[in-house]
Every structure is written in C-alpha cells, then in structure tokens.
C-alpha cells in the first residue's frame, strides 16, 4: 500500500510524472519493432529536411518506447556515417545535443546506441569506406559537447 501510494505522488507531481513516464514509457512498447524502427527512420529524415529539433524530440516522446531510444541514436549515427558534407554531421550533432540536454535520451540509451554502432562498424565500412575515420571524428565531437561519456569514447574503434 505504501507503494502505491507513493506511486500515485509521483505520478502526480507534473515534471516527476514525467520524468517517469520518460524513463519507463506508457504504453508505447506494443508496437513492433520493425514499426518502430520504420518510425524513427522517418523522424531523422523529417529531421534533416526540417531541421526543426523541437518537432523531433516531440515526435520521438510520442512514440511512448524510452527504451527504444538507442535505435535513434544508432541510426542517426548511422546516417553521419553514410552522409557526405558537414550539414548531415552537425544537424545529427546538434540532435543528440538537444535530446541528452531535455534528457529525453538517457545516458544507458546513448551508450546502447554507440556500442550497437561500434560493433556493427566493420559491416558498415564494407558499404562506406570512410566510416572508421568518420566515426571517430563524430565520437570525438560528441565528447567535446558533453554527450558522451570518455569510457565511451575510449571505446571508439579505430582503424
């Protein structure tokens, strides 16, 4: 009982309650993962023509999966990697900026994200050639912001 009824205080303070739904999600995790992924894919497209940052943390916090959240730190990863010009690399830069500073994205999300990305990098460079070198110029900018941890970034592969 008293569980419950702390439970209901915190879900009951506004920046709590959501603080918690944040970090546990209400009810979004029934959808499927290859919908998910669908969906997320398109809000870093969207982002990228837009460049409206708001809209996009907005759209992912609709989603309602927080513990989905690395596979958009993967795939905007991903795609700083397939880019070609800075535009990509500082938009994606000034997402997960935005997205870690609202902690929208929490730190074990964005180290999900960016240890799926390090071990898939071997497979990714068969398709871009430059990832390696790209990747650990786009590690080393998100270290210098603040995003990722420095273990994390000892972590960066290199060639």
């Known amino acids: 009982r008293a569980a419950l009824d702390r439970a209901t205080v915190l879900l009951s303070v506004t920046k709590g309650g959501k603080r918690i739904d944040n970090m546990w999600g209400s009810g979004g995790g029934q959808q499927s993962v290859k919908h998910l992924v669908k969906e997320i894919d398109m809000l870093l497209k969207e982002y990228l023509l837009s460049g409206d940052v708001l809209e996009a943390e907005r759209c992912l916090q609709e989603l309602e999966v927080p513990h989905f959240h690395h596979e958009l730190v993967y795939e905007a990863v991903v795609m700083v990697l397939e880019s070609t010009g800075d535009k990509t690399f500082k938009m994606i ?8 500073r609202s902690s929208v994205i929490t730190m074990d999300q964005m180290k999900r994200g960016y240890e799926r ?15 390696y070198s790209m990747l650990e110029r786009f590690v080393e900018e998100c270290f210098q912001a603040g995003i990722i941890s420095k273990p994390l970034r000892d972590l960066c592969p290199s060639r």
């Open 117 to 131: 990305v390090y071990r898939e990098i071997p497979d990714i460079n068969l398709d871009v050639p430059h990832s």
């Open 93 to 100: 830069l000034d997402l997960l900026k935005s997205l870690w």
